[in-house]
């Protein structure tokens, strides 16, 4: 799914004349018992089309500190153990017509194991054609479960401050565990596929509108409320700063250009 | 105080030829009780110097939230009551050669009474010449006080994640209350008199040193860690925010431009 997203990432850069690459740095989490701790990869690409987008999978495994252990699901002081897999995309593009986007897929065990999985379309200048297609294809592809999916990012993607969402939003789950881990599994790489089918197409259709500098205005302005939503609320970025995770690889998500 | 720090401002822009103005814009606290919750006095300028530089003062009385007042010093659920004063200064400067620069004190009642201070400077391109006349003053200013604020500096503007303070220190102290409150009220406007004194001559010093690319570079990612600091720890932001304060006050703190 990386490579297959890393690729289709390039041909819009080559399309848009720019022989960009993705800068890819690997990563190894110490884990504090010694242990083999795992690790990741990052991928990214400072591109013309795609200002900055990353793509980041990692592989970790190990025991929870005793004050996050109470929070996870399945875990606890006894039983601190857990194994976390997943892949995190952010693109902030930058023609500000094209919509900024963020999608994760993950799998979690402790002495249960889960899936959970979230993409969501963050338009400094919002398209309803754009924000429909987005949501057709997440509908398409969960079925019975898109409108609790969607509700549910409609509460995670939630800006208290502004009384706003952080964009338009899409889907967002976690704790699947339907008791059929192969078709828990299919749902979560159903996640990446929608999202590989669905975002190019509307990233193609506005990556040459222009754009003025009132557009780069709003778009900055917009990217200030996404920087505040990552660190003011997101759940991944929090607990990665602050159980002393990959700065590098969590910082990823924060866009390359903000305004206040 | 705010009076003559919006003139010496204003002075310091029209030396650089500009005609940049403060807007200002009061707020009024709306207290969920219906009493008179007071307010606040915005004062924004978006200079040629100092790119965005804001001076609010504000005076707010009411009644702690149940999940708050416990936290507070002299309140308790039972003695929810409070009222606060005090006035809040944030300077990004344009040039990156010039530090950006953060100041505020306060007076708190509660059950009990007690006034805080701080002042801290943050260049991007720091110089040891302008920290070390920052700290010299205000050594001077806080005499016998000033090792245990300028610690107190050192640790709160501590950024864990990345293992580094925000920026060159300078001072910080909270919960003064001495028995003497006009000697308290002294020191809490002398924090604002060494601002004033010491700030500006570091400011001409280097608003016209060039500034390569590489340095605006540096400027934008330092103004990352700042915001990054501001959004995650520092408790009066992430009060502000999430007990529905003003937000724009409360977001005048952060960079006018910032990368990541």
Chains 1, 2 share one sequence.
Do not use: C
Request: hydrophobic residues 40%; proline residues 6%.
């Amino acid at each position: 799914m990386r490579d297959r997203i890393r690729a289709e990432f390039l041909h819009i850069e080559r399309e848009a004349g720019s022989d960009a690459e993705f800068a890819v740095k690997a990563w190894v989490r110490p884990d504090p018992s010694g242990a083999d701790g795992g690790g990741g990869v990052m991928s990214l690409l400072r591109g013309k089309v795609l200002e900055k987008a990353g793509v980041n999978v990692s592989t970790v495994q190990g025991t929870f500190a005793p004050e996050f252990a109470g929070g996870i699901r399945g875990a606890s002081v006894e039983q601190p153990g857990f194994y976390a897999t997943g892949i995190s995309l952010v693109v902030h593009p930058a023609n500000p017509h094209v919509p900024a986007v963020h999608m994760n897929t993950r799998y979690l065990e402790t002495t249960g194991g889960w899936f959970g999985g979230t993409t969501d379309l963050n338009p400094a200048l919002p398209y309803e054609e754009d924000t429909a297609a987005f949501h057709a294809a997440l509908e398409t592809a969960m079925g019975a479960d898109y409108p609790a999916y969607a509700e549910e990012a409609r509460r995670y993607y939630w800006l208290p401050h502004r009384g706003v969402e952080r964009g338009v939003g899409g889907i967002f789950y976690d704790h699947r565990d339907s008791g059929d881990w192969d078709a828990d599994f299919a749902q979560a790489r159903a996640v990446g596929e929608t999202f590989l089918r669905a975002y190019p197409p509307i990233a193609r259709r506005r990556m040459h509108t222009p754009a003025s500098d009132a557009d780069r205005a709003a778009q900055l302005a917009y990217r200030g409320r996404y920087a505040e939503f990552n660190l003011l609320h997101d759940r991944g970025t929090i607990f990665g700063l602050k159980t002393g995770g990959n700065i590098e690889a969590i910082l990823m998500s924060l866009p390359p250009l903000a305004s206040w």
